[in-house]
Nanobody
Framework: QVQLVESGGGLVQAGKSLRLSCVASGNIFSINAMGWYRQAPGTQRELVATIISGGTTNYADSVKGRFTISRDNAKNTVYLEMNSLKPEDTAVYYC???????????????WGQGTQVTVSS
């Protein structure tokens, strides 16, 4: 079965940096898009950044210029480099990947369990 595992979260001061990682494992044929989402308590989950297999990226306006998403296709891993962190970045960050299990098969969305990022002022 496919599993996504996030790591790298923690407690940091405003202005500092964190790097999140997400590794996809299991019976994977291909991964198209990968992305990061976040959810703060009492709020809806929101898109942070996405990256497709060819390298095209997309960012939420709130993180443009501060966050960078990248991926290592050989390792089925996506990263989120977060710089100049702000208290409003505090949330649980979730990894998402659209994965096909066989050639020509359906593409399903898979989610990780999340990693907590807390930014103190």
């Amino acid at each position: 079965q496919v599993q996504l595992v996030e790591s790298g979260g923690g407690l940091v001061q405003a202005g500092k940096s964190l790097r999140l990682s997400c590794v996809a494992s299991g019976n994977i044929f291909s991964i198209n898009a990968m992305g990061w989402y976040r959810q703060a308590p009492g709020t809806q989950r929101e898109l942070v950044a996405t990256i497709i297999s060819g390298g095209t990226t997309n960012y939420a306006d709130s993180v443009k210029g501060r966050f960078t998403i990248s991926r290592d296709n050989a390792k089925n891993t996506v990263y989120l480099e977060m710089n100049s962190l702000k208290p409003e970045d505090t949330a649980v960050y979730y990894c998402k990947a659209r994965i096909s299990l066989v050639r020509g098969g359906y593409e399903y969305a898979y989610w990780g369990q999340g990693t907590q990022v807390t930014v103190s002022s």
